[in-house]
C-alpha cells in the first residue's frame, strides 16, 4: 500500500543530511532511480554523482527512488520517492543508473508496481521518459532495449548538461524530445536506431573537473559511517575478464590535491573516508594520500587491493585507520591461469600482502575468486586450496574465500568465451568447499543458478527484454517460465560465440578496437600473458588513438 512506502520514506528522510528539497513548480522533475534497496544505493557513487548534478539545475527537481527502504532488496508496495514522497509516474523522467545485470529485474519490478508499462512502445505522451545508464547496460544496451527510451553509454557528467538542456525543451513532444536525443554523443534511442546505429562510448577527460564523493549522508547504508571519495577510475592491468577494465579506459586518477580538498570537505561530516577505485593502492601518489589523511586524523577504508601494489606504508595507515580486513582477488591458484586471465600477480606478493596485514593485527582477510574460466581444470581448483592453506598459515586471523562462477562480458577479450555448464560449476564449487573444510575457513560461494542468469542478461538480445519485461516477480521460476514463452533457451546465450560473428553489444563503439580484443582472447587460448595498459604511451588497444582523433575533431 502507497501509505507504508509513504512512511518509510518520511523515516529515511528524517534521518539524512544532505537531502535537497525543491518546490516542483516549473521545473523538470527527475527521479532517480537505483534498482535495489536504499542500504545498497547510498554507498553507490553514481546516485551521490547524479543526485548532485541533476539538482545544481535550477530548472531541474530530482528526487531518489529505490526499490525497497530496508535491506532487502525489493519489495511490495508501490515505489515512492524519498524527498516529497511522490509516486515514480508523477516524474517527467525515471533515469535508472544501474549497475548489475540482476538489478534489471528490480527495475521492470519498480515500473510494474508503480503502474507504469514496462515496454517502451506501451508508453504515450502521459508517462514518464525511462531513460537508463550505468555498466552494464552500456556494455550492452540490447537487453533493456525495449523496455527504454533512451540509454546513455558511458560516463555521463560531461554530456549531462546538454541532455538536460534537451529534456527542457519547451513545448518539445515527446516525438522531439527522443529525436534530439538520437542526434546526441552517447545516446541510443532504441525505437530510432536501425541495423547500422552505433553509439560511441562516453568518458571524462579531466576526473579532477567532476569530483565524485558522498553528498548525502546516512547511517542506513553499508559504507554508512565514511565519507565516500572516488580515486580513480578504470584499470590498465587489462584483465581479460573484467568490465570495469575495459568500460572505464583509458584509466585515469585525481590529483592528490583534488583529492584532500574533497577529503577535508567530508570530514567535517564523517570520521571515516572510503577511498573508491577499480584499483586503489595503484594510485600514484596512494602513499602520500594515506599518510597525509592519517595526519588530518581521519580513519580509512578501502575496496579491494592488488595484491603486487600494497605497500607496507599504506597497510599501516589502513590499520591505524580502523580498518580491520584485508581484500583480495587473486582470482585463480594457478600460474597457467594467470597467463590465461593476464592477471600477472606472482603467488608469492599475494603471501607478502597477508603476512603485512598479520603484522599489522588485521582481524581478517577476505579472498575473491572465480571458477569456470576459460581453460580451467580440477587441477586449477586444487591450485587454489594449495594457495589459501599457505595464506592460512601465515596469518592467525579469519580467511574467508568468495567463489564466484566466471560470467563473459560484453567488450572484453572474454565476450566471446563459453560460460562453463551448470554442473561444473556446482561440482567445483563443491571440490573447493570440500578442501577448505579442515582449513577452518569461511568459504561463500555465490549462486551458480542465478549467475547463468546474469550470463545471459549480460550477453543478452532484445527477445531476452521482451522475455524479461514480462516477469511481475523475480524467481528463477518465474525467469524460466518467460524464457520458455519467448521461445528461448539460457544455453544459447552461454555458448561460445564464433569470432566474426554478429554481437548485440556491436551498437556500441567503446574505443577498443575488435582487433585487439581478438588478439587478447587467442592469447588467453595460448596462455600467453599481455602487457598493461599505458594511457599516452601505446596506443595498442585503440582507445588512446580515437581519444586523439576526438580531441583534433573538437
Not at 517460465?481 to 544455453?491: D, F, I, P
Amino acid at each position: 500500500m502507497r501509505w507504508r512506502s509513504i512512511a518509510a520514506a518520511r523515516r529515511v528522510l528524517a534521518q539524512e543530511k544532505g537531502a535537497v528539497i525543491k518546490d516542483w513548480g516549473g521545473r523538470l522533475s527527475v527521479a532517480l532511480c537505483y534498482p535495489n534497496s536504499y542500504y545498497v544505493g547510498m554507498s553507490n557513487l553514481a546516485m551521490h554523482t547524479l543526485y548532485r548534478l541533476f539538482n545544481q539545475r535550477g530548472d531541474v527537481v530530482c528526487e531518489r527512488i529505490f526499490s525497497g527502504l530496508g535491506r532487502r532488496e525489493r519489495e511490495n508496495d508501490p515505489p515512492v520517492s524519498i524527498e516529497s514522497q511522490r509516486p515514480l509516474s508523477d516524474f517527467d523522467v525515471i533515469a535508472f543508473s544501474v549497475s548489475y545485470e540482476l538489478d534489471y529485474f528490480n527495475l521492470v519490478e519498480m515500473l510494474h508496481r508503480a503502474g507504469i508499462p514496462t515496454l517502451a512502445r506501451e508508453r504515450d505522451a502521459d508517462w514518464p521518459l525511462v531513460l537508463v545508464g550505468g555498466p552494464a547496460p552500456s556494455a550492452n544496451p540490447a537487453p533493456l532495449a525495449p523496455i527504454c527510451d533512451a540509454l546513455f553509454i558511458g560516463e555521463v557528467e560531461e554530456r549531462l548538461p546538454d541532455l538536460l538542456d534537451v529534456l527542457t525543451t519547451r513545448g518539445a513532444t515527446r516525438e522531439d524530445i527522443l529525436a534530439t536525443l538520437a542526434t546526441q554523443p552517447g545516446l541510443y534511442v532504441p525505437a530510432l536506431a536501425n541495423e547500422g546505429t552505433r553509439v560511441t562510448r562516453q568518458w571524462v577527460r579531466d576526473l579532477d573537473s567532476y569530483p565524485t564523493h558522498s553528498v548525502v549522508f546516512t547511517s542506513h547504508t553499508e559504507f554508512g559511517d565514511m565519507f565516500l571519495l572516488e580515486i580513480s577510475r578504470g584499470c590498465g592491468r587489462g584483465c581479460r575478464f573484467c568490465l570495469a577494465g575495459y568500460a572505464y579506459r583509458p584509466p585515469r586518477t585525481r590529483h592528490l590535491d583534488t583529492l584532500l580538498e574533497s577529503a577535508r570537505d567530508g570530514l567535517t561530516h564523517r570520521k571515516r573516508i572510503g577511498l573508491v577505485g577499480a584499483a586503489v593502492s595503484d594510485h600514484p601518489a596512494i602513499d602520500r594520500l594515506a599518510v597525509t589523511l592519517r595526519g588530518m586524523g581521519a580513519g580509512l577504508g578501502v575496496s579491494s587491493l592488488r595484491a603486487d601494489s600494497v605497500s607496507e606504508v599504506f597497510l599501516r595507515c589502513l590499520a591505524e585507520g580502523d580498518t580491520r580486513t584485508l581484500t583480495l582477488a587473486p582470482e585463480v591458484g594457478s600460474g597457467r591461469l594467470r597467463r590465461i586471465i593476464n592477471k600477472n600477480i606472482p603467488e608469492d606478493k599475494v603471501i607478502r600482502a597477508v603476512r603485512l596485514a598479520a603484522g599489522f593485527r588485521f582481524e581478517a582477510v577476505k579472498l575473491y575468486f572465480i571458477v569456470g574460466l576459460p581453460g580451467e581444470s580440477d587441477e586449477d581448483i586444487d591450485e587454489i586450496t594449495a594457495l589459501v592453506r599457505k595464506i592460512t598459515r601465515g596469518f592467525p586471523g579469519l580467511v574467508k574465500v568468495n567463489i564466484t562462477p566466471f560470467v563473459p562480458k560484453p567488450g572484453t577479450p572474454f565476450q566471446w568465451a563459453a560460460m562453463a555448464p551448470a554442473d561444473v560449476l556446482e561440482a567445483r564449487i563443491e571440490r573447493l568447499k570440500r578442501a577448505l573444510a579442515s582449513a577452518q575457513v569461511e568459504v561463500t560461494p555465490e549462486s551458480v543458478p542465478w549467475a547463468r542468469v546474469q550470463g545471459v542478461l549480460a550477453r543478452g538480445d532484445q527477445h531476452v527484454g521482451e522475455a524479461l519485461a514480462q516477469i511481475t516477480s523475480i524467481s528463477l521460476r518465474a525467469w524460466n517460465a518467460a524464457l520458455r514463452k519467448a521461445g528461448l533457451t539460457e544455453e544459447e546465450y552461454l555458448v561460445e560465440r564464433p569470432l566474426g560473428a554478429p554481437l548485440p553489444w556491436q551498437v556500441v563503439e567503446t574505443g577498443v578496437e575488435t582487433e585487439y580484443l581478438i588478439q587478447e582472447w587467442r592469447a588467453a587460448l595460448d596462455s600467453k600473458g599481455s602487457p598493461e595498459c599505458l594511457p599516452g604511451v601505446c596506443e595498442t588497444c585503440g582507445v588512446c588513438r580515437a581519444v586523439s582523433v576526438t580531441e583534433r575533431e573538437r
